[in-house]
Each structure stands twice: as C-alpha cells, then as structure tokens.
C-alpha cells in the first residue's frame, strides 16, 4: 500500500484505488481526507479531531464514512445517519478494502491531575501499519510498519525508544511531530535510529512510501 504523510498525527493509505486516512485533526492540511473512503479517528482531541473539517468531508461525499469512539462518534452521528460507526478495543471492522483491528482504551498519561479520556489504535491489514493515536499501545500482532508519536507533552524520547523496541517493528515513521524544532529533529533521529532497535524513518508532508 502506499502511506503518504500529513502533518502532525495524519497519514493516507492508498491500495487498488481506494483511501483511508487516520486522525486528519486542526494541525493537518484542509485537504487531507480529499476523495478519502473512509476516515478513522483515535480520539477527541482537536490535532487529531477537529470536528468542522470532518463535518465538511462528510458532506462533501456521502460515500464516506467514519469509524472512530464514541466521544467523537457522538459530535457526529445524529446529522450523518448510518456513517459514523463507533469502535472500542477489540472490534474489527473493513474500511475501504483495509482489515482494521482496534486495539487500546486509554489516552496516555499527560499529568495525574488531568483525566485520561479515550483512545483507540488502528492496526491495519493484519499489521502492515499501525497508529497508536496518543498512546503507547501495544496491539496483540506483531507491526511491520509503525507510525510512532515521537513528540508530544505526554512522552519523552526514552519512553519511545523502549516503544520501539517492545513493539520490534520493520520500520517506524514519524507522527505527532508538528510541535518537534527542525533544530530537535536531527537528535531524535539519532536517538531514536541507535537505541530502538529499528529502522527509523521521517517522511515531510505530502511524502510518501510503500509498505
């Protein structure tokens, strides 16, 4: 399939002609669900949901549709009858022709005296790619290709390094990295590509790869 990088935490999957894209939120390019078929969101939080832009893919197309838990699924389902599907841990579904497996509950820690609200990862076609959302989830099957929150106020580079090396992946790519400095990046790089024990790759927006 082909993978093409958004900014921040969104990415597009492509295969045979058909597009999913995962948590297109306020810090991603307006046109990142363009001619999508089906558009996942991990959770509520405004760089991976914003709620106005989803409003408009769905109405821009009544061949898409949305998967994603229930505090978002709620915002949307009432004015698009039948399209917004909710999803929790466990649940699998098909989605534009992907296999898509559900897997986590919680969002991570950000401070104890802030409640942890939902989240859910989406391991697509059998692992070929996982995104985690705003967690550190760690899905039943082992993950070819990692799509890993390098940068976020609810992490730190060694609590990612250990991620990778507890998921083993092929190969991880950056997400969650719009508030990453060009001046930070190549240390994360570095860090990340000797100490986690996988091949560490960034792609800019509009990038792409197959995996």
Known sequence: MKLTKKSHSCVRLEKFGRTLVI??????????????????????????????RLRAALEADPATQVWTLRSVAEQLSSAFPGRVHTVGHGDTFTAAGFDVEVHGELHAVIHPDIPRITNVGYLVDAGKVFHPGDALTVPSRPVETLMLPVMAPWNKIS?????????????????????????????????????????????????????
């Open 23 to 52: 948590d297109p939120g306020g810090f991603t390019e307006a046109d990142a669900t363009a001619g999508a078929e089906a558009i996942l969101v991990t959770h509520e939080h405004p760089d991976h949901f914003d709620e106005g």
């Open 159 to 211: 609590e990612v390094i250990d991620y990778v090396r507890e998921l083993k992946p092929q190969r991880a790519y950056d997400i969650h990295d719009a508030l990453l400095t060009d001046l930070a990046r190549p240390i994360y790089d570095r860090q990340i590509g000797a100490l986690g024990g996988a091949e560490h790759l960034r792609l800019g927006a509009g990038e792409t790869a197959e995996v």
